[in-house]
């Protein structure tokens, strides 16, 4: 049930770039877009149509540290395909439990190039959530299906419903653990504990509505 996927990322490029086009090829014979490339020098889009509405896909791979103007012009040109820009870029510090300084400069500069949101991957933890002129930053998911169970943190992982309506952005934070590689949404007293963990390394002016699951930006 993927619907597109992001080959934005370290390990895109572990057998070559025979390995990562024979990946890209996979997909798109399936029906699965793919955004982004390791390089950040292919550009790579990919827009999903929903309820009438275009969203745009960006990917950004910080590790090959290159091409950041390319990709900072293929938001400027999904900007003018689309409703709206969702860019998700591959960086950050591994079992970092917070956002460092560089994901920040590099998050903002993509909101003030026209990003609506931003929501990273890769440090292999949850990190904080911040709101910069308006738009929502998740600078890490964590792990969706993995098999790090060697701490708390590397066994939770962050999922998100998002709905965009006219001047309203409505983010679901939906926290879930990972059992033997297999995805279970948290008690609701684990969600309770994990929504307050997260709200006090986040955005103090979004905390409360972290506590209760669910934050609204107003455009």
Do not use: C
Not at 119 to 141: F, R, T
């Amino acid at each position: 049930h993927f619907d597109l996927l992001s080959q934005a990322n370290n390990h895109s490029n572990d057998f070559g770039q025979d390995g990562a086009d024979q990946s890209k090829e996979l997909l798109l014979q399936n029906g699965i877009p793919i955004f982004g490339d390791y390089f950040n020098q292919k550009d790579y889009l990919a827009i999903k149509e929903i309820a009438g509405k275009k969203i745009a896909f960006v990917g950004f791979n910080e590790f090959s540290y290159q091409n950041q103007d390319r990709v900072i012009n293929l938001i400027k040109n999904a900007k003018l395909q689309a409703d709206r820009v969702i860019v998700m870029p591959h960086w950050g510090i591994e079992y970092a439990p917070s956002s460092n300084e560089h994901q920040q400069a590099l998050a903002h500069a993509f909101i003030d190039t026209g990003a609506d949101m931003v929501v990273g991957a890769h440090p292999h933890v949850v990190q904080d959530i911040e709101i910069y002129n308006g738009k929502a930053i998740i600078y890490s998911l964590g792990d969706f299906i993995f098999d790090q169970d060697f701490s708390k943190e590397t066994t939770e992982g962050l999922s998100l419903g998002i709905v965009f309506k006219t001047g309203v952005t409505d983010i679901f934070l939906i926290p879930f653990d990972i059992d033997a590689s297999q995805i279970r949404l948290k008690s609701a007293e684990a969600r309770k504990t994990f929504l307050q963990e997260l709200a006090e390394k986040s955005d103090t002016i979004i905390a409360s509505q972290i506590l209760d699951g669910k934050i609204t930006l107003h455009d």
